[in-house]
């Protein structure tokens, strides 16, 4: 195509932010609008106004919110980008705790002098983007990609270390780049989180999206620190203009495997079995069953009996644990704050992993063990409503087993 468009989608809570990028020659255009109450408006409604508008390309680009994004960092592995995003099927539940089927994913390499080499994997809730889809595709704006929105602003950076924050009811996002390439992307969930991540990667300019700059004055204690205020279009912007670059051209978490078809003549045999199967062998098959369960029946009848008759032996013991339970009460009411956090933390780690020590200081913990999946221990505790700021203190380490050790700290809310 020799003079390229697209149109970039963004969401601004319930409003639609639509922006169409333009290139002709070395010259680009755009220009960007706003529907108002976009996701509470009916197919008629939304018709009409897309119908104000002449659109016609159908290179159409989302980009969606970091906040609604499950997104886990990793260092490069050994294999390159493309036979890790080929095998990530097979073990993507161990780095986001979701199965395939329940999210769409992909993944985006990052080197950096500084921050190294690594790899981000973005994933979406199946549920939550499919709502959004089929709501652009009754106003004729079903995109043909999905791209994360930290992704989308590598256009509009320039080639220092920028960082760009974006306001989303009280907590924040907050990615980092490096000449133009994403080098961390978080989430912060009050102020003072935030003015740590910009103290300890003090970026040479700031960009902030959904909040004015008294906003976050307090939170600059570097005076050189360029800081400007972008409106609500830029991400939708970044993302059209992406498109027209094709610098993401691998990106796209709607990218899914298309299945092998089976052929006609197999479907018709493996049918004619089952029709085989229902006519001589399953009516067999069930008075056997039906026999097996009956004969099951009567033996566990007959051991059951001796339980019953030591039923009142039972209800001693019942009564001797009980006394003992109310000697641990007491215990309780003396160190109920930190038997609290005990269970809480006993609730938030999995099965599978051995809690080997764990330590409180004032409103702080740390905690070792080891298990199938450090990431996944850390994921848990992120979600837990008794914990924030939860990291690994190191590196996590495999043992002879093929389990991982880690140490994790956190703060107590």
Known sequence: MFFPKSIGLSLDGNDLIISNASQKFLKSCSESMVIKDFLLKEPLELQLVIDEHDFQTKNIVLSW?????????????????????ESLSYQLDSFILFPEDEVYYDVH?????????KVFIFAVKKEELN?????????????DRVIISPLSYIPLVNYAKVAVIEKYEDRYTFNLYVDKTLVSTSLARNKDSLKSKLLENIPDEVNLLGCEQDDINDLLSEDKVNVKCWDASKQSLGVALNELSEC???FNVLKVKAKKKIPELAAMGVLSILVLAFIFILPGIFRYKKEQSIQTIDGKLNEMRPGVMISSRLKEEIDSVSGINENISKVIEKYSHRIDLVAELTKAVPDDTWVKQVFFKDNSFEMEGVGLSGAKVLTLLEYSPRFNSVSFTSSVVKDKAGKEKFKIKGSIK
Do not use: M, Q, W
């Open 248 to 250: 993401l051209s691998s």
């Open 109 to 117: 390499p990052s080197n950096s002098t500084d921050y190294g080499e």
């Open 65 to 85: 919110p970091r906040e609604k994004t499950i997104v886990r960092e990793i260092e490069l592995p050994g294999s390159n980008i493309k036979e890790f995003r």
């Open 131 to 143: 709502t959004i889809l089929l709501k652009l595709e009754s106003a004729d704006l079903k995109p």
